[in-house]
């Protein structure tokens, strides 16, 4: 199956900074999804970017899936984009068997104020 | 909109003990997920129903879970027994299926399970 690999695996900042994630995945993918697990533990849906690029707010997520690999940027980031911010992709890349996601491992973020 | 609920948020058996989740999926959507979320990992799928049909349970231990989605819409989820290594975080999802974009997944807030 596909893999997906993260990094940083933790990242610590100070409020008012920048930051970048990374996701690099292993074969050709037709969707992927970025999470923000908070910590109460709910997955929320952040970007929803087979390819492109989007921006929300503060942030933004660029999927260049030739290169197989997507960014998700945090600006001016602030104590509640504390948490674990996950990749996902379709397990059989880009099949038709929607549904079946392999997640990253993670990256931890903790937002000092 | 609602979302998608799950309960109990968190509950805390004794080893042996049957233990069940309940699911209600997004109005309107036909495909249903169980994820299981163990400590510092992403979620592995369980489970995928397209309406009340078990479309993919290849990674559904079925000599002690079981689970249902009876009328297309809720679903549970059962343990009997539960295990030690069965404490994690189940996570319920849902997605609009064809009519929605290919593939996104929306989830509920989950339920913590702890086995002593």
């Known amino acids: 199956g596909i893999q997906v690999e993260q990094s940083p695996p933790d990242l610590i900042l100070q409020e008012g900074a920048n930051s970048t994630l990374r996701c690099n995945f292993s074969?050709?993918?037709?969707?992927l999804q970025w999470f923000h697990q908070n910590p109460w533990g709910q997955l929320i849906n952040l970007f929803y970017?087979?390819?492109?690029?989007k921006q929300n707010g503060r942030l933004s997520a660029t999927t260049v899936a030739t290169e197989r690999y997507s960014l998700l940027y945090i600006s001016s980031s602030q104590t509640t984009d504390s948490g674990v911010y996950f990749c996902?992709?379709?397990?059989w890349g880009s099949g038709t068997s929607y549904g079946k996601l392999t997640f990253g491992q993670g990256t931890i973020l903790t937002v000092h104020p | 909109e609602a979302g998608v609920v799950q309960s109990p948020r968190y509950k805390i058996i004794e080893k042996k003990q049957p233990v069940a989740f309940w699911c209600n999926p997004i109005?309107?959507?036909?495909?249903l997920y169980w994820y299981l979320q163990n400590l510092g990992q992403g979620p592995e799928l369980l489970i995928r129903?397209?309406?009340?049909?078990?479309?993919?349970d290849s990674q559904l231990p079925k000599d002690r879970f079981s689970a249902e989605r009876l009328k297309g819409v809720d679903s549970t989820l059962k343990i009997q027994p539960a295990e030690l290594g069965d404490s994690a975080v189940y996570l319920c999802a849902s997605s609009p299926g064809t009519s929605g974009r290919p593939g996104e997944l929306f989830f509920g807030e989950g339920s913590r399970l702890t086995v002593l």
């Open positions: 074969d050709s993918v037709n969707n």
């Open positions: 970017i087979p390819s492109g690029t």
């Open positions: 996902a992709v379709p397990s």
């Open positions: 109005s309107g959507h036909n495909t």
């Open positions: 129903y397209e309406n009340e049909e078990a479309v993919d």
